[in-house]
């Protein structure tokens, strides 16, 4: 039986969100039904809700930081039991057989992975739709295989946006084999920034966070930060020069990088993690000098993020957050438009009008 479900949703780019209702499937044999507790506001979520990218289809339930409890299982269903304690992040299915796939990357799947929102959907998705709908709601059916467990000892409220920013952050740290004596940088204090400032000095790493002002410079210190540079502060920067083995580099705007390689030491890497919409201008001189790299990287494969999670609930590590109603989530996204939020919005999905 369908799955009546309450929601806010997107259903133009220059429209407000509003409220949505709709039916998510009942859970097929494979399946798990997840009540939302919580969902993490994402910056990505304003870009799609805004047609900032182009091709959203509307309407269109954002949300792909989600933290909630099992209510129902399918009949194959062995990971997961009711009131267990659940997130789903940013995919709910991927092709399962390409290399990626079958190397635990499900997030570079070869023919495209089924993001939490705005994807066909090849399980059919909410009744009478073709697209995924994402955690701005109250119910979510999503294959086991997709779901992750989140560990006792991490609030569900301030564990929701570990699904989308923790992983993102948590992954290149990974990849780039950050630990004690490593040298990073963090361009930007905010949802990502954050908490690639928690993850990588609990991996052990010195910890330098870039900002345009001082005003958090407190913040960067109590979470660990050993350094702080205001990035138009030409001395301060050209003091730096050629002092880190990498850089995670957080910011969503357009914005001059250039400068920025010149802090990396021989073979560093800048990474690439805010989602832009214009080009990024690089200069080769600087790339050959040092043999430097500019980097992407994209979440984390299933198997990674419940690694992340686990990592997160050993070292004490959590989100931090604004809790909002949903209702909230047009005055939510203003003031992320003005970066006015420390760190992440959640959404509680107990305040959701009846």
Request: net charge negative; proline share 5%.
């Amino acid at each position: 039986m369908p799955i009546a479900t309450r929601a806010f949703a997107a259903v133009a780019a220059d429209k407000p969100l509003e409220p949505y209702r709709f039916d998510r499937r009942d859970p097929g044999p494979d399946d798990v039904a997840i009540e939302i507790k919580f969902c993490g506001v994402c910056h990505s979520d304003l870009h799609v809700a805004k047609n900032d990218l182009g091709g959203t289809r509307y309407p269109i339930v954002p949300g792909h930081e989600i933290a909630g409890v099992v209510t129902a299982v399918g009949d194959n269903v062995t990971r997961f039991k009711v009131g267990d304690r659940v997130g789903v992040g940013c995919m709910v299915d991927s092709c399962r057989v390409c290399e990626p796939c079958r190397a635990g990357e499900e997030q570079y799947c070869v023919p495209g992975m089924t993001q939490t929102y705005g994807s066909a959907d090849p399980k059919g998705g909410p009744v009478g739709q073709t697209i995924t709908q994402g955690g701005y709601s109250d119910r979510i059916t999503v294959d086991q295989n997709y779901v992750l467990r989140i560990p006792d000892s991490l609030p569900l409220d301030a564990a929701a946006p570990l699904l989308c920013a923790g992983i993102t952050t948590y992954s290149p740290l990974r990849h780039w084999k950050v630990g004690p004596g490593s040298k990073v940088a963090v361009v930007g204090l905010g949802g990502l920034g954050h908490m690639a400032v928690k993850l990588a000095v609990a991996m052990g790493a010195e910890v330098t966070v870039l900002s345009t002002s001082d005003r958090k410079k407190a913040d960067a210190e109590r979470m660990g930060a050993k350094h702080f540079l205001i990035n138009s502060d030409a001395q301060a920067m050209k003091a730096a020069g050629e002092t880190f083995d990498l850089i995670i580099n957080t910011v969503s705007a357009t914005h001059e990088i250039a400068g920025h390689l010149q802090l990396l030491a021989k073979d560093g890497t800048m990474v690439m993690l805010g989602l832009t919409t214009e080009g990024l201008p690089v200069f080769a001189m600087p790339l050959l000098w040092r043999r430097r790299s500019v980097a992407g990287s994209l979440i984390g494969g299933i198997r990674e993020t419940q690694e992340m999670l686990d990592f997160c609930a050993a070292h004490g590590i959590a989100c931090d957050i604004e809790l909002i109603a949903p209702d909230q989530i047009n005055e939510a996204y203003a003031r992320m438009e003005r970066s006015d939020v420390r760190y992440r919005f959640v959404i509680d999905m107990a305040r959701m009008a009846a």
